[in-house]
């Protein structure tokens, strides 16, 4: 499979170097350059896989020949191997037509571990493969930054610097982060929000000369590979559910928007899903732009969905590009014109094209906690504020007839105190992170300032040199 640029200046790679990539030269997001395609019979033929075979098989087309199938399949088996349930990513009925498709029983207790346990292992694979070591830098509100760290922590090729906004992760999310205390991994708090860190991030790639002295490579879902690996989930709760007999729809608590374009890319592939619900905290760029083809950034606001307090969805870009017929330089000049202004809307046609597959949802902070209270008290269900924000968009939303897969994207341990405040009490942690709060935290702080943290991961990539 070959990947191209949604910018279109940036030349074409393979699975393997779009992997250590990340972000196009352009500044683009890669894409495959077509949808690889599963017949009914293909889809009916992954029923009751063990999730780690299902995984491997779906991802295949996109790896190609960059990978050989048995490695991909072992690494596969390995990532999944450490998950607490064994089904992996278990689907749970919570209502009548409303399945939460549990994505949070990875060492990290987010849907994150599901790609980046993964990826661990392939960023090991190819670069023994070709020598060489990697600096990956990556932003986080929350739980990529852990996710990533647990995957990547210890490994000899791999250097790992995570920007979060500081204070305004949980506390649990930031000590996930900050007492690893591996060699290879820098926490950077930064004096600022998500959109920041993440500014923070694609700035390093846009300085080609420190991009090409530190290997600068991406674990955000900027990455295909990470797209790639979050796709299986898809196909593995809509054929439970009776695909591809039976359509289903899916809601996605949505920050980023990596999340439901793995959905929908599932679709692209034969997955029938008739409905994309994507679902917003106050920070509502996306649900605003499906209402009334409005996207305009307005300041990123605390809530107590930390991980959804997101200003630019950066993933967005990919389906502008499906979208606009694959037109990479319409993409990039609206792109262009969105950074410059502030402000996106597209043609009507377009829009409307965009509006027949997705429904966007918003919800407050109080009517957060009140779902977590009502999914509790009807369904003995502990859903955490993400997840519960998708619960509600599923039951506002949901398309007469078809069964919602509501993606349950974190653990509720990780938010203990929006959880109290819903339900009276806190929930524990598992066992494995039960001494979170005594251990040492390791992280340095840096203001808001490009050259200042340049020089922060230029020095920690350097450091052995
Ligand atoms: C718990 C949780 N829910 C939802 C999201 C939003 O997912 P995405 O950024 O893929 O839209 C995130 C962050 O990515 C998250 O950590
Ligand atoms: N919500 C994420 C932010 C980044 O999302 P990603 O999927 O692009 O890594 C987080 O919790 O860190």
Partial sequence: MRYVS?????????????????LADDGGLYMPESWPRFSAAELRALRGLPYAELAARVMAPFVGEAIDFADLQAMCRRAYAGFSHPAVVPLVQLDTGIFALELFHGPTLAFKDLALQLAGHLFEHVLAARGGRVCIAGATSGDTGSAAIEAMAGRSRVDIVILHPEGRTSEVQRRQMTTVTAPNVMNIALKGNFDDCQDMVKAMFADVPLRTAISLSAVNSINFARIAAQIPYYFAAALALGAPEREVAVAVPTGNFGNVLAAWAAKQMGVPIGKFIVASNRNDI???????????LRPVEESLSPSMDIGVSSNFERLLHEFLGRDAQATARTMADFRATGKM???????????????GFR????ATLAEVARTWREAQYLADPHTAIGLAAARA????????????TAHPAKFPDAIEKAVGFRPALPPHLSGLYERQERY??????FEQVKGLVRNFANRNI
């Fill in 444 to 449: 340095v702080t840096a203001p808001n300032d």
């Fill in 6 to 22: 949604t910018r279109g200046q940036a030349e074409g790679k393979d699975f393997a170097d779009v992997l250590l990539a990340g």
């Fill in 345 to 359: 809307s597209v043609a009507e046609d377009v829009w409307r094209a965009i509006r027949r597959d997705f429904t």
């Fill in 397 to 408: 939303c949901a398309p007469v007839g078809l069964p919602v897969i509501v993606a349950a």
């Fill in 363 to 366: 919800l407050s902070d109080e």
């Fill in 286 to 296: 996306l649900s605003r732009f499906l209402a009334s083809n409005d996207m305009s």
